[in-house]
Each structure stands twice: as C-alpha cells, then as structure tokens.
C-alpha cells in the first residue's frame, strides 16, 4: 500500500499569501519535484473569531486567487480546515510526504504549533524546513555588541540600517522554478466562507499598492488623522504576506525614511516577542503587573464605543469600529487614554484591538499597547501620559477628522467627558509610584 502513494513535498503557505518572492516557496521548488501548495483554514484560530470578520474574508479571497493563478500553472492549491498537525497526519497517509516548506512565524502560539509538527515529522522521517520571509532580519541577526537582543528601538534602527545590504533585498525567482508544481488535472473546488462558518463583511480592503505620493509626503502628513490617504494602509497585506517585505524596503528606501523607519519598528516588535515570548501573556517589565489596575466594565464599553468626551479618542474608536482600522495617531491617545485615564490594564485594549482591526498583529499590537501603557520595552516608561486635548489641538485644529466620525462635538448631544484629565494623570503617577516602590 505504502509504495503506492504518490511522493510530495508540500509548501505551506501562512504569513506569506503570494506566489513571487517567497522564500519557503522558492526553496521548496528549487530543491524537489512534485510541490503541492497547502493552505489550512486552522480551526484553533477561527474558533475564537467574530463570524463577521473582514480578516477571514480577505484570506478566503485571497487563497481563491492563489487557487486560481495554480490552476492556470497546471496545479492547484490544497485547501484543508483544521488542526494543522491532524491536517499533516492525515495527508501522510494519502501522500508519502518527502518535506514540508514553510516560512517561520514568531509568535509564541505559532512556535509551540510548529514546535509539535518538528517532533511529528522527525518521528516520520519527514523534513519540516523553515525560512525566513515577513522579515529582513529575524530573531537574533541584530543583536547587541554583547550579543544580547536589543530592548530599545533607537539603537536596533541604528545596527538595522548599517546591516542592510542589497543582499537582504533581492527578491526570490519563484517563476523559475515553476514547473515543479506538482501537476494536478482535475483541481479541487474551494470551500466557500459560509462552510467555514463565517458571514461577508462590508469593510473595504485597502490596495496593496504602495503609493510614491503617500512615501513622499509621508513624514510631513503622516500625523493627521484628517488628511486623507496620508498613510500607507498596507498593514493587512504585510500581516499576511500578500506584498514582500523585501519589495517594500526597495520601494521605500530612498523615498521616506520615516516610513522605512515604521517597518523597522515591525521587526524590532517581531524579535521582541521572539526573544520574550512573556510579553503575549504579560507585562515587558513584571512590576508594572503590581499597578492597581481599575476594572470598570460600564466605563470600559464608553471607552469601545467612543463615548468618552474626548473627540479625539472616540473618533478614532468609531472609526475603528465601523471600518476595521484606526489612524495610528489615534491608536496612540486612545490607547494612552485606556491605560492612564481609565488606568485598566493595556491588554483589555489589547484584546480588543486583536478583534476589530483589519491590519492586527500580534507582536506590533502587544508592543505598541506597552509603549503606550509605559510596561514595555522603553526608556521613558509610565509617566508618558498624552493629553487628548492638546493633541486634538495639534493634530485636527481644523476637527476635519472629529467631523467626520463625532458629528456631535460641540452641540448638547455629545457626551460629556467621563474624567478629568487632571485628576487621571495624577491618579496614574500615583499609582504607578506606588507599584514601582
């Protein structure tokens, strides 16, 4: 029975939805005949997501478009749903399964899954070969002169940028290699979002075209969140790999370093929660888990809802909740907002940020709620503390951004502030102080 299964080396696509320039793909060609391209819909992931959830959607589009351009190339893209070591288990036993390709993931969940399908393969004379793909240096390739991982971004940018070399942006000939697809005759249909137990969202996908206009005015407008189209958008595309992080740096490069300065601060997240994996479940730095953090439930929903008197945080939560994505100046006050004002803890922001946004990433998501909360990887820690005012007065003094998400401001109908902003700030220093005692 054994020597009748057909011989496949299988690539498993996750973080790097795209046929050019991948390199798990790239070797998996390169190095055998017969690919077959896997995609598994992981049901430990899509049980804990909202049935309307535009993420799912976008993937489910995109693995029909993967599907597609396979079938036009005399292959086709296996789509299972599941556990992925079930999944692998019960493809060995339709296939003799040579190796298995894929491109390392950083995430802690994501380490102990692919940790477990190591053990399975070596147990099965199975090759499970990793590469690196979502990023241009990974884990400990930028490291101290003490050959420790750096814990503050200024310094990581500066060894980044004296590293990088044309060598670290050259993208992988996939088409080169294109004929060791494994070719397939009949190809399989694709299981529809409605099987996987999900509804169509109705938020829009932003493009994955980086735009040179928005690179070359990036660091004057990038701040404001009233000017339209001043941002790239593309967090959605580089979170599950539909553009090449490599292309990217090429593009931008010479046109915005402020903006190669943003995907710097992606991978300097990536390596944190690489080389720390505590900081998923917990504070960067354990004492600030000794804060008194509150857990007002009734002030925690005004604050989801964009209720809480301060134009600037509930603009940028209603624009989160009816499109699925916040400008970042926004995330900055509304997550300041949270963790000071409100003093609750940065991972019930977190959390929800995790549900609601399009472009949501684990490593960037944890990192950015600590810098705000003053409990990561930072030099100036808790008593960083935005006024939401004066940051509205800096950053939308025309309100062209509070316009168009609270309409309400400045009539009797908007809610009144839920806290007085000094009161907050000295409550947080107080409280802070205590803790770190």
Same mark, same amino acid.
């Given at each position: 029975?054994?020597?009748?299964?057909?011989?496949?080396?299988?690539?498993?696509?996750?973080? *790097?939805?795209?046929?050019?320039?991948?390199?798990?793909?790239?070797?998996?060609?390169?190095?055998?005949?017969?690919? =077959?391209?896997?995609?598994?819909?992981?049901?430990?992931?899509?049980?804990?997501?909202?049935?309307?959830?535009?993420?799912?959607?976008?993937?489910?589009?995109?693995?029909?478009?993967?599907?597609?351009?396979?079938?036009?190339?005399?292959?086709?893209?296996?789509?299972?749903?599941?556990?992925?070591?079930d999944i692998f288990k019960k493809l060995n036993t339709e296939f003799n399964l040579e190796a298995i390709y894929a491109n390392q993931d950083y995430e802690p969940q994501a380490q102990r899954r692919d940790d477990a399908l190591q053990v399975w393969a070596q147990k099965n004379l199975i090759q499970f070969l990793l590469y690196k793909d979502q990023v241009i240096f990974e884990k400990k390739e930028i490291v101290t002169?003490?050959?420790?991982?750096?814990?503050?971004?200024?310094?990581?940018?500066?060894?980044?940028?004296?590293?990088?070399?044309?060598?670290?942006?050259?993208?992988?000939?996939?088409?080169?290699?294109?004929?060791?697809?494994?070719?397939?005759?009949?190809?399989?249909?694709?299981?529809?979002?409605?099987?996987?137990?999900?509804?169509?969202?109705?938020?829009?996908?932003?493009?994955? !075209?980086?735009?040179?206009?928005?690179? !070359?005015?990036?660091?004057?407008?990038?701040?404001?969140?009233?000017?339209?189209?001043? %941002?790239?958008?593309?967090?959605?595309?580089?979170?599950?790999?539909?553009?090449?992080?490599?292309?990217?740096?090429?593009?931008?490069?010479?046109?915005?370093?402020?903006?190669?300065?943003?995907?710097?601060?992606?991978?300097?997240?990536?390596?944190?929660?690489?080389?720390?994996?505590?900081?998923?479940?917990?504070?960067?730095?354990? *004492?600030?888990?000794?804060?008194?953090?509150?857990?007002?439930?009734?002030?925690?929903?005004?604050?989801? =809802?964009?209720?809480?008197?301060?134009?600037?945080?509930?603009?940028?939560?209603?624009e989160l909740n009816a499109t699925g994505f916040m400008h970042n100046r926004a995330r900055m006050v509304t997550a300041s907002f949270l963790t000071k004002h409100l003093l609750m803890h940065w991972s019930k922001g977190a959390?929800?940020?995790?549900?609601?946004?399009?472009?949501?990433?684990?490593?960037?998501?944890?990192?950015?709620?600590?810098?705000?909360?003053? %409990?990561?990887? *930072?030099?100036?820690?808790?008593?960083?503390?935005?006024?939401? %005012?004066?940051?509205?007065?800096?950053?939308?003094?025309?309100?062209?951004?509070?316009?168009?998400?609270?309409?309400?401001?400045?009539?009797?109908?908007?809610?009144?502030?839920?806290?007085?902003?000094?009161?907050?700030?000295?409550?947080?220093?107080?409280?802070?102080?205590?803790?770190?005692?």
């Open positions: 029975m054994n020597e009748k299964r057909k011989s496949v080396t299988l690539f498993w696509f996750r973080r *790097d939805l795209r046929l050019d320039d991948n390199a798990g793909l790239y070797h998996a060609l390169k190095n055998h005949a017969g690919v =077959l391209p896997l995609f598994i819909f992981d049901t430990t992931i899509l049980g804990l997501l909202p049935k309307i959830d535009a993420r799912v959607q976008f993937i489910h589009q995109t693995v029909a478009d993967l599907k597609s351009q396979l079938n036009e190339l005399g292959s086709d893209l296996r789509v299972e749903q599941g556990v992925p070591l002169d003490m050959q420790r991982p750096y814990t503050v971004y200024t310094p990581y940018k500066k060894k980044w940028l004296a590293a990088l070399s044309p060598f670290y942006l050259k993208s992988y000939p996939n088409k080169k290699y294109q004929q060791s697809y494994l070719k397939i005759k009949n190809p399989s249909s694709l299981i529809t979002l409605k099987q996987l137990g999900f509804s169509e969202s109705d938020h829009e996908i932003p493009s994955s !075209k980086l735009s040179k206009a928005v690179l !070359k005015n990036y660091a004057e407008q990038r701040d404001f969140p009233g000017i339209e189209n001043a %941002t790239s958008r593309l967090g959605i595309h580089l979170r599950f790999g539909t553009v090449s992080i490599r292309k990217l740096v090429r593009d931008c490069k010479d046109l915005s370093a402020v903006w190669l300065s943003e995907l710097i601060w992606r991978e300097f997240f990536m390596q944190i929660i690489w080389n720390f994996p505590h900081v998923s479940e917990g504070s960067f730095r354990p *004492d600030y888990e000794k804060v008194a953090w509150r857990n007002d439930k009734a002030e925690f929903e005004k604050w989801k =809802l964009g209720q809480t008197g301060y134009p600037m945080v509930d603009a940028g939560l209603r959390d929800y940020f995790a549900e609601k946004l399009l472009d949501y990433d684990l490593a960037a998501n944890n990192g950015n709620w600590q810098w705000a909360a003053g %409990t990561g990887c *930072d030099a100036a820690p808790y008593f960083r503390i935005f006024n939401p %005012t004066s940051q509205l007065e800096r950053f939308d003094k025309n309100l062209d951004y509070i316009k168009k998400w609270v309409p309400e401001f400045g009539t009797e109908a908007y809610c009144k502030p839920m806290v007085e902003h000094t009161f907050a700030r000295e409550r947080a220093l107080t409280e802070f102080k205590k803790a770190l005692k």
